[in-house]
């Protein structure tokens, strides 16, 4: 069944290479792009399909020549390379199953990153500043570009509320996870006793809406406008440059006061508008189709507790997978990787037991 499924592949990838090298495609714009995009989705699987069958060919010669048995050096030759082949088939059998995984629509989207303070008052609006700044470096080793689109802060330093907007090659494929309740646990710098706190900060993460995707009638929205009542000095405070658009039919609101410009603003939240009704419908399309099943990662659900910063410690827990690092300040850093990899892992791992029953 695994080789009907990759041949299917290669034929297609051929068909899609012989119609690009026709010179009328270029003629037709939008088609050779698709095209492009299609084929560049293929390569990968072809070339490891490729490598597969050679390595197939190749056991299958040293086995025939262990079969007819003969000098004892060449016997021991001979074994050593069965044994070295049979693993590298189990390995491109498992990649190439990885490879034929179910691809996520948005995984080619940039994301808006919003990170909201909950429960535990001033302490949780540093937490989400500290949070902010996480993410924000973590976009910077990845040398993706990083704006902020809205931010509510606190006297102290702290964060109320806070859209990034983050653009790059995996985006959407590395911050999916972060999803859900971030929970702290560490003294706040007013605690004269020194008793931990817990506290709790709310991030979701929203691909990025295309105009295709989601459509947005002018007469389902309701737009105000007001004057700004956070830093930018006097020209932000003196005109009536924030906005807030409502979209009627789902009672969604989104303000944007980040900009000087009443224009820009009303562009900016209409951005995070569309991404937001582009999440909502694809939560109710997967709720229909799996109503009774929940992802063990990334489900999104804003209810869950999906990590825990102990400070005292020095630990940071996952507890969709129960991977524990004993190395709190570097996560901060932006350090995420580990923890992404493993996530990205067991999330694969779900697919392919899911595939396979």
Not at 98 to 123: H, M
Request: glycine share 6%.
């Amino acid at each position: 069944m695994l080789f009907d499924k990759l041949r299917q592949i290669e034929e297609r990838s051929n068909e899609i290479a012989r119609a690009l090298s026709d010179p009328a495609i270029l003629a037709r714009p939008t088609e050779y792009a698709r095209l492009r995009k299609e084929h560049a989705e293929t390569v990968e699987i072809v070339d490891r399909f490729t490598e597969y069958r050679e390595v197939l060919k190749r056991l299958g010669e040293a086995r025939h020549l262990l079969s007819e048995g003969g000098d004892r050096e060449l016997m021991d030759l001979a074994q050593a390379e069965v044994n070295d082949l049979t693993a590298r088939q189990t390995a491109l059998e498992d990649e190439l199953k990885r490879l034929l995984l179910p691809r996520d629509p948005n995984d080619a989207k940039n994301v808006f990153v919003e990170i909201r303070a909950g429960a535990g008052g001033e302490e949780a609006a540093l937490f989400a500043a500290d949070l902010a700044r996480m993410y924000t470096k973590y976009a910077e080793r990845q040398r993706w570009k990083i704006e902020v689109m809205d931010v509510s802060t606190t006297g102290t330093g702290g964060v109320k509320e806070v859209i990034l907007f983050i653009q790059g090659r995996g985006a959407w494929s590395r911050l999916k996870f972060e999803r859900g309740v971030h929970r702290v646990q560490r003294v706040p710098v007013t605690e004269a006793s020194g008793r931990i706190h817990t506290s709790t900060v709310t991030v979701a993460v929203l691909p990025e809406a295309a105009d295709v995707d989601v459509k947005i009638d002018e007469k389902d929205l309701k737009v105000d406008v007001y004057r700004s009542s956070g830093p930018g000095g006097q020209g932000v405070n003196t005109t009536d440059s924030a906005v807030r658009v409502t979209h009627l039919p789902t009672g969604l609101v989104v303000t944007c006061q980040d900009e000087r410009s009443q224009l820009k603003n009303r562009a900016k939240a209409m951005r995070v508008l569309k991404a937001r009704l582009l999440e909502r419908a694809q939560q109710e399309q997967q709720a229909a189709i799996a109503a009774d099943r929940r992802s063990q990662v990334g489900t999104g659900e804003r209810s869950e507790r999906i990590r825990t910063y102990n400070f005292p410690q020095t630990r940071v827990t996952d507890h969709r997978i129960g991977l524990t690092l004993h190395r709190l300040p570097a996560v901060l850093e932006g350090d995420l990787d580990e923890l992404i990899d493993a996530l990205t892992a067991a999330e694969q791992a779900d697919q392919l037991t899911r595939v396979a029953s």
